[in-house]
């Protein structure tokens, strides 16, 4: 038997279950009792106690070859060598007696970029997980595939806090001097995802790329766009329009040349997905997707995807070529237009407005939204967040190196720039209402070809940034926020509020107070 794991000391006495195809992980996945079928042939499965992201339990490994290229502070926590070659014996140990499952696959299309992964698996299911939302290799590519950086994902395995120096019983471990990401006690598959988009944050900045926390997709003319934003934003359900080629949903490169996926699936949320608002996902549920605590019906086995009860944060993964439209290639030229994504949970953001690339970049580093519930452990209801590059908990460099790619791409490719907001109007959250995904992707596509531009603008007196006061597709009286309100001078006193946490919280940031005149301006007296 070939051995594919020796070399992390890994010396199991069962099988290494070696790059099986989704048919048979779901097999074995099954007789193992790791979830059930859903009517749809989609995999379902529940990852108990942790239904999402645990930021408190993620680690940077803090060794003398990293120390002064990340930016450390409360999203990115060190551990020595220490604590991680203890959990790393713990694992070894953990897994010694379990049969493993091993995918080899690529982060990145673009073969100059392209990052060779090897994940180990406790369970078939996660090992489904990767292999549909990683690039799989070709038969060819697989020989003699030498791995570059190592995942180890041990679930069933739960750490003590007293003696093992972590936070819980959950671990996640990024150690880019040793090549290798070690997770503990969760059965949540984003943490391999993410931890795989920080180790390409981490590296790809040296090889003059841009990684970026977007989706991207391009129209039948050739022009691309990319849709930055964080989880719960929109960036899947809108990247996935019928009328353009999907690039991918939500990791991305931006070198010299073009853009590139990072990825070969998508991870979309399930919470609410309906048919008719988001088709192309909807139908990409099927035999070979993985569904993450979605709620199906025992008996007939129908998803109810409005049923939050186990999470807010139902996901399904699923292969990229699922959705019909979406590039084979996962390559496409320098993008013509940028969209920033919020969800606003103030209900005060304008529902769209056009940037300039100063205030493209004012908004890059502050990078505004609302957590959404499920999003991360512990988070119920939507909480105001300023998210730097719109990917902090990804982000391991300063954020002066993000913005500094984001400003030179922008520049040279004179590359439009606006700010839609998919979040709350009418009132905050609990109040108001969210905005509905067709005026959405009527504003999205007003941006890409060119219709907002015909447009008149505005300028907004607190957010200081440029409404238009048509829109095809959307009514007039919806594109002001403060029309939407009842009470015009409550939303005045929200959206100062608003304002002066913006002002606030790019204080934190040096060398960049020029753009500061970009951003809202803080109207104290009215808050």
């Known amino acids: 038997m070939t051995d594919y794991i020796s070399y992390t000391g890994i010396s199991t006495t069962k099988t290494q279950q070696y790059q099986l195809s989704p048919a048979r992980l779901i097999e074995i996945a099954l007789q ?74 690529f982060a990145g299309a673009d073969a100059r970029y392209a990052l060779k992964v090897r994940f180990i698996n406790e369970l078939a299911s996660q090992n489904l997980f990767v292999h549909q939302l990683f690039i799989r290799p070709s038969a060819e590519q697989l020989q003699g595939f030498a791995p570059e950086f190592t995942v180890i994902s041990a679930p069933g395995l739960e750490l003590d806090p007293k003696t093992d120096g972590v936070n819980s019983e959950a671990g996640i471990l990024l150690n880019f001097e040793r090549k290798m990401i070690l997770i503990a006690a969760t059965h949540y598959c984003g943490e391999m995802k993410k931890g795989i988009f920080s180790t390409m944050n981490y590296w790809m900045p040296e090889r003059n790329v841009f990684p970026m926390h977007c989706s991207a997709n391009v129209g039948h003319d050739g022009k691309s766009a990319l849709f930055f934003g964080l989880s719960g934003t929109g960036k899947t359900t809108l990247s996935a329009d019928p009328e353009r080629i999907l690039i991918g949903d939500d990791e991305h490169g931006w070198s010299q040349d073009g853009i590139f996926n990072f990825e070969g699936g998508c991870y979309a949320k399930a919470i609410k997905l309906s048919q008719k608002n988001e088709p192309e996902i909807w139908d990409a549920i099927r035999f070979g997707s993985i569904c993450e605590n979605v709620v199906i019906d025992p008996i007939s086995r129908v998803a109810n995807y409005d049923d939050g009860s186990l999470t807010e944060n139902s996901r399904v993964g699923y292969p990229i070529h699922y959705i019909p439209n979406a590039s084979p ?116 596509t007003a941006a890409l070809n060119g219709d907002l531009e015909k447009q008149p603008f505005e300028t907004h007196p607190i957010f200081n940034m440029a409404v238009p006061q048509s829109c095809p597709g959307v009514p007039s009286e919806l594109l002001n926020p403060r029309d939407a309100w009842k009470d015009a001078s409550a939303y005045d006193t929200a959206a100062a509020k608003l304002a002066a946490m913006f002002v606030e919280n790019f204080k934190q940031f040096k060398g960049v107070e020029q753009l500061v005149a970009a951003g809202p301006r803080a109207l104290v007296n009215s808050i």
């Open 32 to 105: 193992q009792g790791e979830g059930r079928l859903a009517d749809t042939g989609a995999f379902v499965v529940e990852t108990g106690h942790y239904t999402g992201r645990s930021p408190n339990d993620r680690f940077i490994v803090d060794t003398p070859e990293v120390h002064s290229t990340i930016d450390w502070g409360t999203v990115n926590k060190p551990i020595s060598t220490d604590v991680f070659d203890r959990v790393y014996q713990k694992v070894q140990r953990y897994l010694a007696d379990k049969d493993l499952y091993v995918f080899d696959g």
């Open 329 to 444: 290639s996962g390559m496409a030229p320098h993008p013509s237009t940028i969209i920033f994504l919020t969800a606003d949970a103030f209900g005060v953001m304008p529902p769209v407005a056009k940037l300039t690339d100063a205030q493209a970049q004012y908004h890059f580093i502050s990078g505004y939204t609302s957590k959404l519930a499920g999003t991360e452990r512990g988070i119920v209801d939507p909480v105001a967040a300023f998210s730097t590059c719109f990917g902090a908990p990804f982000m391991p460099r300063n954020p002066s190196v993000y913005a500094e790619l984001l400003k030179d791409r922008i520049n040279h490719h004179k590359v439009n720039v606006y700010l839609i907001n998919t979040g709350w109007m009418g009132g905050p959250y609990g109040v108001g209402s969210r905005i509905s995904i067709p005026y959405t992707r009527a504003m999205v």
